[in-house]
């Protein structure tokens, strides 16, 4: 179970964008991902918010599975906030829009451009 974190490094600034930077107080537990699943998402996401965008939907998907809600006694337990503000720092980070590629085809014989000879 390894983490570190400094914040000049790609690592650093993923675990700053989603405030799993509780280790830099000399705390050794209470973190929230390994520099494994850190690394897999920057691995995965190429830039660090991609890779911050990946950790949060899934920290998202780990708070959804564990929210609670409950009352006992006139004492309340309730959660499932968590997942929506998570969600709207995830909007923050534009994690709500869809990644796309534009490219440009090769002229075809339709276009003003074509060139049967560059065919």
Known sequence: ?????A???DRGKVRANIGDNTAATGATTGFLFEDDEIDSALTEGGSV????QIALKRLIAHKALRTKMF???GVTLDDRGQVKHLQDLLALYGGNFPSLT????AAIPSDDAWD????
Not at 49 to 52: K, L, N
């Open 71 to 73: 009352r006992l006694q």
């Open 49 to 52: 918010t991609v890779a911050t």
């Open 1 to 5: 179970m390894a983490y570190t974190y």
């Open 102 to 105: 534009i490219t440009q085809p």
């Open 7 to 9: 914040i000049g490094t």
């Open 116 to 119: 049967p000879d560059n065919a």
